[in-house]
T-cell receptor
Framework: DGGITQSPKYLFRKEGQNVTLSCEQN?????MYWYRQDPGQGLRLIYY???????QKGDIAEGYSVSREKKESFPLTVTSAQKNPTAFYLC??????????????FGSGTRLTVV | AQSVTQPDIHITVSEGASLELRCNYS??????LFWYVQSPGQGLQLLLK??????LVQGIKGFEAEFKRSQSSFNLRKPSVHWSDAAEYFC??????????????FGQGTTLQVKP
């Protein structure tokens, strides 16, 4: 079945460390997104990519970086510059024809905790 | 700026009672509206969407929502709530205009608790 796979499900980061969250989709979707979820704040857009080798900052991109070398993959790196990285991270995808027509498909999320 | 507001952070209803979750949006053009549901520690599942046409839309799990342009609202309803409906619910609007970026802007979410 087609879908989005996020890994790992739980991730622990030490102060000053960079960590990378994986997001892979086999839906043949062109667009991919990263959201951060904090209690009481809903989902906030970190980065998004409409096509391979291109991506744009969302509302809270500071302290994060992404790459889009393959259509199927959109990894998110949480750098040491992100001062409060503890959160639940959700990856999503859509295609230009479905972003209005069908909404987004979401992964199951990665919970990142700073220790 | 575009925004989505869910005025109720937390709602508790008894099983079998009716439910209405409120959603208001701020967006200059015709909005594309969505409701998603999230179980604890999980991703989001699409309940229903509105693009055009009939302003009352039906979704999965017995949910429906009504688009009211005059009130900039897209409230979610269910006639009889089941204990399994306890979850967090998100309203979202898709923006992008001619560029069709299709970015989703989310509300803060409403947590639904169901009493037996």
């Amino acid at each position: 079945d087609g879908g989005i796979t996020q890994s790992p499900k739980y991730l622990f980061r030490k102060e000053g460390q960079n960590v990378t969250l994986s997001c892979e989709q086999n839906l043949n979707h062109d667009a991919m997104y990263w959201y951060r979820q904090d209690p009481g704040q809903g989902l906030r857009l970190i980065y998004y990519s409409q096509i391979v080798n291109d991506f744009q900052k969302g509302d809270i991109a500071e302290g994060y970086s992404v790459s889009r070398e393959k259509k199927e993959s959109f990894p998110l790196t949480v750098t040491s510059a992100q001062k409060n990285p503890t959160a639940f991270y959700l990856c999503a995808s859509s295609s230009p024809s479905s972003s209005r027509g069908g909404g987004y498909t979401f992964g199951s999320g990665t919970r990142l905790t700073v220790v | 700026a575009q925004s989505v507001t869910q005025p109720d952070i937390h709602i508790t209803v008894s099983e079998g009672a009716s439910l209405e979750l409120r959603c208001n949006y701020s967006y200059g053009a015709t909005p594309y509206l969505f409701w998603y549901v999230q179980s604890p520690g999980q991703g989001l599942q699409l309940l229903l969407k509105y693009f055009s046409g009939d302003t009352l839309v039906q979704g999965i799990k017995g949910f429906e929502a009504e688009f009211k342009r005059s009130q900039s609202s897209f409230n979610l309803r269910k006639p009889s709530v089941h204990w399994s409906d306890a979850a967090e619910y998100f309203c979202a609007v898709s923006i992008g205009g001619s560029s069709n970026t299709g970015k989703l802007i989310f509300g803060q979410g409403t947590t639904l608790q169901v009493k037996p």
